[in-house]
């Protein structure tokens, strides 16, 4: 934007014949109505060039002095005025103009300043405060523009750390579904087997009963008595009840261990998620790394083996779904990151007054250039389709809110270990915004 439509001012500059014009001259002109907004009065050559500003501060210092009138009111303008007044062009923008006047201004402002054309001719004047309003009103616009920015990024941000984390829960809603669905087959097939188990021993218990209703039954005759004896002696041996203690005692145990799995399951899933919990509470992080391995079993199971070495830890205040969250990350992030069957090694332990975990696989590694950026949000090295690049920067948030650092080394080749360190003591404000 240049500064002609909010700065320029058409003030007729002083005549050239500077040795004509008194300094009570100048000073009466400065007192007419269109001079009383202007701290100045510009002075220009005979082709119009300014020479020079007239400073209404300067005549009425001299004014105001005893005989001031007498003793200046006669000398030439030019003995008071300031030569090298503050020139800016025409089509020079609100921001040049700001910057090349601030960098000239004396405190306390005493002159304006004067605009010129592109062949250095007067053309106006311009005020300093006129110039600082426009810069206030242009910054004032930028700042609504830069918070409307502002708040749409920031509900951006909100829709995507919200779709990372369905994305994560799609994840383990399904890994869990599956480790649900198979105790759950087979205490299906378990209860069909009793079902067909039982089946003769009803026939069985029904035969007998027949038998006894024809024993005590006096008009039973011998024929029925006989038929109800050899119905009783067939379905005995159908039932084959001695047969089927062992089995029947095998199925009752594997269909309670079955239900057991499920409801260690359910108590996990409960316990990762923390529903009926409170957000900020003091837990035992050891029973966190349980949860998300239990949780993350059905991703890493077929794929690595789990060495876990956890030290005894004390009981940190933190938000314990959120830190279930970080490590059921780390944890799928190791099983993909092999090419065969690999290892992961999950340790705890305490040092000068910090929580540390350290997750360790023994996969492909990361090269320096991926490594320096996996916190960035959006980076991935996986397939499109595949990942939102979220998840690590989430969980870098998530610890750093804590107080607490999340660092990572890693070599090609062999492997990539996170190390997670939380202070024993967290501070009043994470329990307030957790």
Same mark, same amino acid.
């Given at each position: 934007?240049?500064?002609?439509?909010?700065?320029?001012?058409?003030?007729?500059?002083?005549?050239?014949?500077?040795?004509?014009?008194?300094?009570?001259?100048?000073?009466?002109?400065?007192? !007419?109505?269109?001079?009383?907004?202007?701290?100045?009065?510009?002075?220009?050559?005979?082709?119009?060039?300014?020479? =020079?500003?007239?400073?209404?501060? +300067?005549?009425?210092?001299?004014? !105001?002095?005893?005989?001031?009138?007498?003793?200046?009111?006669?000398?030439?303008?030019?003995?008071?005025?300031?030569?090298?007044?503050?020139?800016?062009?025409?089509?020079?923008?609100?921001? $040049? %103009?700001?910057?090349?006047? +601030?960098?000239?201004?004396?405190?306390?402002?005493?002159?304006?300043?004067?605009?010129?054309?592109?062949?250095?001719?007067?053309?106006?004047?311009? +005020?300093?405060?006129?110039?600082?309003?426009?810069?206030?009103? @242009?910054?004032?616009?930028?700042?609504?523009?830069?918070?409307?920015?502002?708040?749409?990024?920031?509900?951006?941000?909100?829709?995507?750390?919200?779709?990372?984390? !369905?994305?994560? /829960?799609?994840?383990?809603?399904? =890994?869990?579904?599956?480790?649900?669905? #198979?105790?759950?087959?087979?205490?299906?097939?378990?209860?069909?087997?009793?079902?067909?188990? #039982?089946?003769?021993?009803?026939?069985?218990?029904?035969?007998?009963?027949?038998?006894? &209703?024809?024993?005590? &039954?006096?008009? *039973?005759? $011998?024929?029925?008595?006989?038929?109800?004896?050899?119905?009783? %002696?067939?379905?005995?041996?159908?039932?084959?009840?001695?047969?089927?203690?062992?089995?029947?005692?095998?199925?009752?145990?594997? #269909?309670?261990? =079955?239900?057991?799995?499920?409801?260690?399951?359910?108590?996990?899933?409960?316990?990762?998620?923390?529903?009926?919990?409170?957000?900020?509470?003091?837990?035992?992080?050891?029973? *966190?790394?349980?949860?998300?391995?239990?949780?993350?079993?059905?991703?890493?199971?077929?794929?690595?083996?789990?060495?876990?070495?956890?030290?005894?830890?004390?009981?940190?205040? *933190?938000?314990?779904?959120?830190?279930?969250?970080? /490590? /059921?990350?780390?944890?799928?992030?190791?099983?993909?990151?092999?090419?065969?069957?690999?290892?992961?090694?999950?340790?705890?332990? +305490? @040092?000068?007054?910090?929580?540390?975990?350290?997750?360790?696989?023994?996969?492909? =590694?990361?090269?320096?250039?991926?490594?320096?950026?996996?916190?960035?949000?959006?980076?991935?090295?996986?397939?499109?389709?595949?990942?939102?690049?979220?998840?690590?920067?989430?969980?870098?948030?998530?610890?750093? &809110?804590?107080?607490?650092?999340?660092?990572?080394?890693? $070599?090609?080749?062999?492997?990539?270990?996170?190390?997670?360190?939380?202070? *024993?003591?967290?501070?009043?404000?994470?329990?307030?915004?957790?």
């Amino acid at each position: 934007m240049d500064v002609v439509p909010a700065l320029t001012h058409l003030l007729r500059p002083i005549s050239p014949l500077l040795a004509t014009i008194s300094i009570s001259d100048v000073a009466d002109q400065l007192l !007419m109505p269109e001079h009383k907004a202007f701290l100045s009065l510009p002075v220009v050559d005979e082709q119009g060039r300014p020479l =020079g500003l007239v400073s209404r501060s +300067t005549l009425q210092d001299i004014f !105001m002095q005893r005989f001031g009138r007498d003793l200046w009111g006669r000398k030439p303008v030019r003995e008071v005025m300031n030569p090298e007044p503050l020139v800016v062009s025409l089509h020079t923008s609100l921001e $040049e %103009a700001a910057r090349q006047i +601030t960098a000239q201004l004396q405190s306390p402002i005493r002159d304006d300043f004067i605009l010129i054309d592109e062949h250095g001719r007067y053309r106006g004047l311009g +005020t300093v405060l006129d110039l600082l309003k426009a810069m206030e009103s @242009q910054v004032a616009q930028r700042n609504r523009v830069l918070r409307k920015a502002l708040i749409d990024l920031k509900e951006s941000q909100a829709q995507l750390v919200q779709s990372e984390k !369905m994305a994560s /829960l799609g994840q383990m809603v399904a =890994g869990v579904a599956h480790e649900l669905n #198979t105790p759950l087959g087979y205490v299906k097939n378990n209860v069909q087997l009793l079902r067909e188990l #039982t089946s003769p021993l009803l026939a069985l218990a029904a035969a007998q009963a027949r038998l006894g &209703d024809c024993l005590s &039954d006096p008009g *039973c005759d $011998e024929a029925q008595l006989a038929a109800a004896f050899a119905d009783a %002696a067939h379905a005995r041996e159908l039932a084959a009840p001695e047969l089927l203690a062992d089995d029947l005692a095998q199925l009752f145990d594997d #269909t309670g261990y =079955g239900l057991q799995q499920i409801g260690e399951l359910v108590v996990g899933l409960k316990d990762f998620a923390r529903l009926d919990r409170a957000m900020s509470e003091e837990v035992d992080l050891n029973d *966190c790394i349980r949860s998300a391995l239990l949780i993350a079993r059905n991703n890493i199971k077929d794929k690595v083996e789990v060495q876990q070495q956890l030290g005894e830890l004390p009981r940190i205040a *933190c938000a314990p779904s959120q830190i279930n969250q970080v /490590l /059921l990350n780390l944890l799928n992030n190791a099983a993909q990151a092999m090419d065969g069957f690999g290892r992961i090694q999950v340790k705890s332990w +305490t @040092q000068a007054q910090q929580v540390l975990i350290s997750v360790q696989d023994n996969g492909r =590694g990361m090269p320096p250039e991926v490594l320096k950026r996996i916190f960035d949000p959006f980076f991935t090295t996986k397939p499109v389709g595949q990942g939102t690049g979220l998840g690590l920067s989430i969980s870098f948030k998530i610890i750093q &809110d804590h107080g607490g650092s999340i660092r990572v080394v890693s $070599e090609p080749g062999r492997g990539t270990r996170f190390l997670i360190s939380l202070p *024993c003591s967290q501070a009043a404000a994470l329990q307030r915004s957790a």
